[in-house]
């Protein structure tokens, strides 16, 4: 079956760096569009990156310049490295997977397949 399981989350203070995994496996890694969520204490879920199968990567402007996704296809993992951390980045992050023929949007709901996320504390 599917699995997605996301790994490196922690507890930094603000400036640090993470870099979170996510191991996929039980599909085609390389026919999806990959992508980054997050989702605070009573906040709505929120895009954080997504990977194009051609490796087009897109970012909101919340993380754009800090956070860099990224992808190995050989190890179908996906990574996410994030630099200058700031205490709103705190929340659980999740990895989802979609076909790409769906699309690569910030949709959350356009993702087939989700991690169980992992959490990022960042302090001040």
């Known amino acids: 079956q599917v699995q997605l399981v996301e790994s490196g989350g922690g507890s930094v203070q603000a400036g640090g760096s993470l870099r979170l995994s996510c191991a996929a496996s039980?599909?085609?890694?390389?026919?999806?569009?990959m992508g980054w969520f997050r989702q605070a204490p009573g906040k709505e879920r929120e895009w954080v990156s997504s990977?194009?199968?051609?490796?087009?990567?897109s970012y909101p402007d919340s993380v754009k310049g800090r956070f860099t996704v990224s992808k190995d296809n050989a190890k179908n993992t996906l990574y996410l490295q994030m630099n200058n951390l700031k205490p709103e980045d705190t929340a659980m992050y999740y990895c989802?997977?979609?076909?790409?023929?769906?699309?690569?949007?910030?949709?959350?709901?356009?993702?087939?397949?989700w991690g169980q996320g992992t959490q990022v504390t960042v302090s001040s």
């Open positions: 989802a997977a979609t076909p790409w023929w769906v699309g690569c949007r910030e949709t959350a709901t356009e993702y087939n397949y």
């Open positions: 990977i194009r199968t051609t490796g087009i990567t």
């Open positions: 039980g599909y085609t890694f390389i026919n999806y569009c």
